[in-house]
């Protein structure tokens, strides 16, 4: 126990107002991740560690380090701004996902959306689905179990793309190795058709893994969002929540182009476009409600960006974007708010 003067352990480094408010622009401008004043505390703790990795004594070295001008120590650099933004990203972003997370979200898509844009999709035979902020993988193996169960899909192409800005998070998504807690809501059954046990954990089965890819993208970053090319659904759940207001625009406005006309966005149920765009039409789904890019010519494209930005990229062969499918279910102009489930 600590007594008298000489034992005392030196004070922890705190982050104060000023250098707070660098890091949370420089954070922002990166991923678009919304820090608050409140949370400043939070954020000081999870960046600790970081301080004693890089052997900095302050704060103030860790923020000088992020706007590039890192501190020197006995000549040598202590660390480099950019690949330190990433690491402070992957200490400030929640990972939380599971297997068949929002189930009956999932049974929507399922018996609804699937059917929906099997119709729309049927002159390629193809149908991809972006799954967006998709952490360590369990969503984009859940979404690929579904496509492959589907009957109206025997024989299609079929093809899951899932990114993340976390690095960490997307090898352990390739690497397709579960504990417990992944399967936290999912049934007995998901799990022995789609998995093998080990003793290193469930391990998910070649079928799955084939149609499954995965790619590093900074949604910030949509001319890197190429690779994903046109998609006819995009899972973004529990991502919104966690973007500051324009950077939830920039996202929408590329999932808006990156889906075919007719595609479906789905987001968490705590999440909406709302003050975000108006460039979705609502699907009023039996047990849900989605969004859906609108067909050609019923709505127009909500900004010239995207225009601009469409026109420059390309996707992925076989990418037949003109198709324009014919809608199947009660659509409406979406007012902005979806039903919690
Ligand atoms: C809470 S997880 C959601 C996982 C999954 N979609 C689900 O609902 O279960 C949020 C994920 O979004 C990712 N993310 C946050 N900002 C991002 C950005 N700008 N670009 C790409 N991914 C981002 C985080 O790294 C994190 O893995």
Redesign the pocket.
Not at 297 to 322: I, N
């Given at each position: 126990m600590a007594s008298g003067r000489g034992s005392r352990e030196p004070e922890e480094p705190g982050l104060g107002p000023e250098d707070f408010r660098v890091l949370r622009d420089a954070v922002s401008s990166h991923?678009?991740?919304e820090l608050s004043i409140e949370q400043r505390g939070t954020v000081e703790r999870r960046l600790r560690e970081r301080l004693v990795i890089l052997g900095l004594d302050s704060f103030g070295e860790y923020v000088r380090m992020l706007r590039d001008d890192p501190p020197v120590r006995g000549g040598r650099v202590l660390g480099d701004s950019a690949t330190e933004l990433d690491e402070a990203v992957e200490c400030l972003?929640?990972?939380?996902?599971?297997f068949n997370?929002e189930a009956y979200q999932l049974r929507a898509f399922r018996e609804e959306v699937i059917p929906m844009l099997a119709k729309q999709a049927a002159p390629r035979r193809r149908l991809a689905v972006w799954?967006?902020?998709?952490?360590t993988g369990?969503?984009v193996y859940t979404i690929a179990a579904m496509l492959l169960e589907a009957p109206e899909l025997v024989g299609w192409d079929l093809l899951v793309y899932g990114?993340?800005?976390?690095r960490r998070?997307l090898a352990h998504a390739r690497r397709g190795v579960y504990g417990p807690s992944a399967f936290r809501t999912t049934p007995p059954e998901f799990r022995r058709r789609w998995f093998t046990e080990r003793d290193s954990g469930a391990i998910i089965s070649d079928r799955l893994r084939q149609i499954c890819h995965f790619g590093h993208?900074?949604?910030?970053e949509p001319e890197r969002a190429t690779a994903v090319g046109r998609v006819d659904a995009v899972?973004c759940?529990?991502?919104l929540i966690?973007?500051e207001s324009r950077a939830r625009r920039r996202v929408i406005d590329l999932f808006h182009e990156r889906l075919y006309p007719g595609g479906v966005l789905l987001l968490?149920h705590s999440e909406s476009l709302l003050n975000v765009s108006t460039a979705f039409e609502l699907l009023h789904l039996r047990d849900d409600l989605v969004y859906r890019r609108p067909l050609l010519g019923s709505f127009g494209y909500p900004s010239s960006r995207k225009m601009r930005v469409a026109s420059k990229v390309g996707g992925l062969p076989g990418d037949d974007s003109t198709d324009e499918p014919s809608g199947a279910i009660d659509v409406r102009k979406a007012p902005g708010k979806k039903s919690e489930p």
């Amino acid at each position: 126990m600590a007594s008298g003067r000489g034992s005392r352990e030196p004070e922890e480094p705190g982050l104060g107002p000023e250098d707070f408010r660098v890091l949370r622009d420089a954070v922002s401008s990166h991923c678009g991740l919304e820090l608050s004043i409140e949370q400043r505390g939070t954020v000081e703790r999870r960046l600790r560690e970081r301080l004693v990795i890089l052997g900095l004594d302050s704060f103030g070295e860790y923020v000088r380090m992020l706007r590039d001008d890192p501190p020197v120590r006995g000549g040598r650099v202590l660390g480099d701004s950019a690949t330190e933004l990433d690491e402070a990203v992957e200490c400030l972003t929640t990972h939380e996902t599971y297997f068949n997370r929002e189930a009956y979200q999932l049974r929507a898509f399922r018996e609804e959306v699937i059917p929906m844009l099997a119709k729309q999709a049927a002159p390629r035979r193809r149908l991809a689905v972006w799954s967006a902020g998709c952490s360590t993988g369990e969503e984009v193996y859940t979404i690929a179990a579904m496509l492959l169960e589907a009957p109206e899909l025997v024989g299609w192409d079929l093809l899951v793309y899932g990114s993340d800005i976390s690095r960490r998070c997307l090898a352990h998504a390739r690497r397709g190795v579960y504990g417990p807690s992944a399967f936290r809501t999912t049934p007995p059954e998901f799990r022995r058709r789609w998995f093998t046990e080990r003793d290193s954990g469930a391990i998910i089965s070649d079928r799955l893994r084939q149609i499954c890819h995965f790619g590093h993208l900074n949604l910030l970053e949509p001319e890197r969002a190429t690779a994903v090319g046109r998609v006819d659904a995009v899972f973004c759940r529990n991502v919104l929540i966690y973007l500051e207001s324009r950077a939830r625009r920039r996202v929408i406005d590329l999932f808006h182009e990156r889906l075919y006309p007719g595609g479906v966005l789905l987001l968490g149920h705590s999440e909406s476009l709302l003050n975000v765009s108006t460039a979705f039409e609502l699907l009023h789904l039996r047990d849900d409600l989605v969004y859906r890019r609108p067909l050609l010519g019923s709505f127009g494209y909500p900004s010239s960006r995207k225009m601009r930005v469409a026109s420059k990229v390309g996707g992925l062969p076989g990418d037949d974007s003109t198709d324009e499918p014919s809608g199947a279910i009660d659509v409406r102009k979406a007012p902005g708010k979806k039903s919690e489930p």
